[in-house]
Structure formats: structure tokens, C-alpha cells
């Protein structure tokens, strides 16, 4: 089959390649790829160790996948050959930027149905990570106040969304060219960081969503009540330092197919829809690895074999 392989790290080590056909194991299912979504900076994480700590010398990148199921490996449930699903791949394992990939049956679900496969690419790592900061860590409720910052972004778009479905009060952050669709997808409320501060929102949230870091995370500790909640998916150690009343939390978007299973059922209902950017050929990968990663290109950016 063809796959696009890194042979060392970074986008210059991305080869388009014939690679060994992939084959389903134990509770694996065998997906025929149609779409994948690829982040940024995949390249840079931690991927070049297998489960045993043995290193590779060669990788298949891009986490999420949207395809056809193939084939079954055995001991594998609740799938059969021919449903249309989506999902993760494991990180330590092949990704999904190939004509073929196996992966386990527990981190997929049935696609959405009211959206195509590249639309379904562009879902799971940010629907994943913004449901699990709200709802997992965040402890989001009813009539709470919550500030998205990158509010325009894949997964801060995504969360704008399940914020608002929750009935929460929304408030977006980003840069000016993002307000427009945050408003629409159900902020009640803006901060353009070009031009406006944080403080004008000082002391209104119950909790603060970051997915951009830096100097925002660190001044983001204004914005909270007392006993708010503070989550990042970024560095830690960014976290500010001058308040002991707020709960500070950082974490990795972990795989879940109830969690999968119930977007699709939001997607198909209405109330959420994926941000897609650039579609690439997989043969493309160089190109498409580097656009994103130059800056200023919204939404996920996918691979098609």
C-alpha cells in the first residue's frame, strides 16, 4: 500500500512510499482510509518509541482517521466489514496517512452520518479535547460562565459549541478575524486579544478553556472566581502562580468511543459541525505539513488517499 513515513523527525524526513500492508490485530479492525486529519506539530511528539521503548526507524503520522471498515481482526466485536467509522489511531503505532490502517475497535465509532469522511476527519481529536476539557476536567454546568481561549480554532471552535449546547455562558478569545465565527457558533461574547485585554472580562468565569499558552495561559488567572477551575492542553509549567483558590488542570486528550458515539449524535443532530481547512492529496503530505505549520491556516487540515 502507499503511506507517507517519516524517516527521521521533522516534515523534511516525510517519504511517499510502497509500505507492507497493513494487517488488523487482536480486537482490531482494518480501515480502508478515506480521509486523515493531521496537527501541526505531530511530528514533534514523542512518536519514535514503541510500546517497549525500542525505537523506529519509520513512522506513519496523522492521529485521525475517517474511512471503511476492510477487515476484523480477531476477537473483535460490534463492528462488521463495510460500516463507515472514525476515530483515533494509537500514537505509538502506525498513523493513518496511508491507503490502510489497523486500529483498535475501542478507539473508533460509527461516522456521523450527515457528514462526509473529510468532514469526519476533522472531528475526533478536537471534539475528543474539547469535550473532555469542558465536561471531564471542567465540570462544566448549566448557567456557568466559561472563557475559550483560541475560541476560533479546531478545538476551541469545537468547545465554543458543546459550551453553548450545555447551556453555559461563552466567552470567546482569539484575534479579531476569528469573532465572526465565534459568534456564530454560539459565543455570547468576544475578547479580539489584538486589540482588547483580558481584564475586561476579570473575575466573571467558573471556568477558563486554553489552547494557546503562553503569555495568554499565564494571565488568564484574572478571569477566574474564587474555587474556579483553570484547564490548559499546553505547558504546565506556564500555569500562573498568584492565586491558591482556583483548581489548575492540565491534561492529553485521551481516546473514547461513547464520547465519539455521542458527538456523531450532536453532529447529526445539529448542534456541532467540524472547522475543515485544506484537503491534500496524500502524496501532498510535504506540502500540507508545511502550510499548517507556517501559521494562519483555520481549521484541520486533511490528507486523502
Known amino acids: 500500500m502507499k503511506a507517507i513515513r517519516t524517516r527521521e ?9 510502497d509500505v507492507p500492508d497493513a494487517k488488523p490485530g487482536l480486537c482490531d479492525v482494518l480501515i480502508k482510509v478515506e480521509a486523515c486529519g493531521i496537527t501541526h506539530n505531530e511530528l514533534d511528539w514523542p512518536i519514535w518509541n514503541c510500546r517497549a521503548g525500542h525505537p523506529r526507524d519509520s513512522v506513519i503520522p496523522g492521529n485521525e482517521v475517517s474511512g471503511v471498515i476492510a477487515a476484523l481482526g480477531y476477537g473483535t466485536a460490534g463492528f462488521a466489514v ?9 500514537q505509538l503505532r502506525n498513523g493513518a496517512a496511508a491507503e490502510y490502517v489497523a486500529v483498535e475497535a475501542r478507539n473508533i465509532a460509527r461516522k456521523p452520518r450527515t457528514l462526509d469522511h473529510i468532514q469526519a476527519a476533522a472531528v475526533p481529536r478536537a471534539g475528543l479535547t474539547a469535550w473532555q476539557s469542558l465536561f471531564d476536567h471542567g465540570h ?3 448557567g456557568q460562565t466559561v472563557v475559550i481561549h483560541g475560541a476560533g480554532g479546531a478545538v476551541g471552535s469545537m468547545a465554543v459549541q458543546l459550551a453553548h449546547w450545555a447551556g453555559a455562558h461563552v466567552i470567546g478569545t482569539g484575534r479579531e478575524h476569528s469573532r465572526s465565527l465565534a459568534t456564530e457558533l454560539g459565543a455570547d461574547r468576544y475578547l479580539a486579544l489584538d486589540t482588547e485585554q483580558l481584564a475586561d472580562a476579570a473575575g466573571r468565569a467558573d471556568l477558563v478553556v486554553d489552547t494557546i499558552g503562553g503569555d495568554v495561559l499565564t494571565g488568564s488567572s484574572i478571569l477566574l ?3 474556579g477551575t483553570l484547564i490548559t492542553i499546553k505547558a504546565a509549567a506556564e500555569f500562573p502562580t498568584d492565586r491558591d483558590d482556583i483548581r489548575k488542570v492540565v491534561f492529553v486528550q485521551e481516546s473514547n468511543r461513547a464520547q465519539l458515539t455521542e458527538l456523531a449524535r450532536l453532529i447529526d443532530e445539529g448542534n456541532l459541525r467540524p472547522q475543515v481547512g485544506a484537503v491534500y492529496p496524500l502524496e501532498e503530505a510535504v506540502k500540507a505539513f508545511s502550510a499548517k505549520a507556517a501559521g494562519g491556516l483555520p481549521g484541520r487540515m486533511i490528507l486523502q488517499p
Open 9 to 17: 523527525p521533522g516534515i523534511d524526513g516525510l517519504v511517499y512510499e
Open 82 to 90: 463495510g460500516d463507515e467509522v472514525f476515530g483515533l489511531t494509537d
Open 140 to 142: 462544566l454546568e448549566k
Open 225 to 227: 472566581r474564587p474555587n
